[in-house]
């Protein structure tokens, strides 16, 4: 029999009144009945939410799609179920169900794309913490289509930093037409998305090249498995580096990096019928290839968007095993406004996560 929870009329969130402002933490942001929940929905009391990167983006409007008014931002949440929408037919968890929320949050579901199981590039796709209120509150509204469940042995606060991070490289990784024992450079390997980065490549047997720059984050990358280490800011001909490196040229080049050079460069280390995935995201950059290259070495250039329901799931339970571990720190989602004045200025290392309740 499900659990009965108490469900407050209000709670604590940060609220974005208008985009391009400042957040501000409110305690009567309205809290939705059960009876208030569409078929469909249910109503997550949250413990955890991540930091990303993009909800900083989104607050300050460096995305072109419009926001909803007094939005509630982040997408990494991690928490209860404690509510179902009447009517809801396909119950997929159940009241009482320790679940994640992502990016995706939801699609049309019918269309070619939805129906290939690649939803995140559906043309109706609506993310949390933009077009729907996310995470950085003690309760969310999303849809049970699109909950993830947690296992019993992935922490909380674990399990919320794998929520958008963790899929994205995983998706990346296997998009990569690589094969055990082949090589992947990934650079910005030391940063929240790479560090996962090298621990997924790892555990799927290949072989790992990592850039960044820092004796910080050169240990960080061989304790977590990586192969090799080339400190960017310091070698001298980073193309022949790699070359070398990977004897030949690398099967992969994952780009996590923030600047547009990094994607220049990795083509150019690309071996023959390599692949160059672009996860990473520099504000209004380009990539500038010589066709010539990609056509001569047979290169795949190829975009990845978060990732999937499936690869969700497939990423957590991975992390389950401890095979992969996301290094972050706790903060209060009190902190929230610091957190970004500290993401802004380059002073996070690994990834932040909220405990809700702070």
């Not at 400190?231 to 099967?251: C, K, M, P, Q, Y």
């Not at 992969?252 to 019928?273: N, Q």
Request: neutral net charge.
């Amino acid at each position: 029999m499900s659990e009965a929870f108490m469900i407050p009329k209000t709670q604590r969130a940060f609220v974005l009144p208008v985009v391009g402002g400042e957040i501000k933490l409110v305690n009567d942001h309205p809290v939705l009945s059960k009876s208030e929940l569409l078929p469909g929905q249910c109503l997550v009391k949250l413990t955890h939410s991540g930091v990303c990167h993009s909800d900083l983006g989104i607050k300050k409007g460096a995305f072109p799609n419009k926001l909803k008014t007094d939005l509630v931002g982040g997408h990494e949440g991690v928490g209860t179920v404690v509510a179902i929408g009447d009517h809801t037919t396909n119950r997929k968890v159940s009241v009482g169900d320790r679940v994640g929320i992502k990016y995706l949050g939801s699609a049309c579901s019918n269309c070619e794309l939805c129906l290939k199981g690649l939803e995140n590039y559906c043309l109706e796709f609506k993310s949390t913490g933009k077009e729907y209120d996310g995470t950085f509150c003690e309760y969310a509204v999303v849809y049970i289509d699109y909950v993830t469940p947690i296992p019993e042995v992935l922490e909380s606060s674990a399990a919320a930093a794998i929520m958008c991070a963790g899929v994205t490289a995983y998706s990346a990784l296997r998009q990569s037409d690589t094969h055990i024992g082949d090589w992947i450079v990934i650079s910005g390997a030391g940063g929240g998305l790479g560090h996962l980065a090298i621990q997924y490549a790892v555990a799927m047997g290949l072989r790992v090249v990592a850039i960044d720059a820092g004796v910080a984050k050169r240990d960080l990358c061989l304790e977590l498995g990586a192969e090799k280490w080339i400190d960017f800011l310091e070698s001298t001909n980073l193309i022949a580096d790699v070359i070398r490196a990977t004897e030949g040229g690398a099967h992969a080049a994952l780009v996590a990096a923030g600047g547009s050079s990094a994607y220049e460069t990795a083509a150019a280390y690309l071996r023959r019928t390599g692949t160059l995935l672009a996860v990473g995201l520099p504000p209004g950059a380009m990539i500038s290839v010589p066709v010539h290259l990609v056509v001569v070495r047979g290169l795949t250039i190829r975009g990845n968007f978060i990732g999937t329901r499936q690869q969700t799931i497939e990423a957590v339970n991975i992390a389950a095993t401890s095979k992969v571990k996301c290094i972050y720190s706790i903060r209060g989602l009190s902190e929230l406004n610091e957190v970004y004045e500290e993401m802004e200025k380059g002073q996070i290392a690994g990834r932040v996560v909220l405990d809700i309740y702070k």
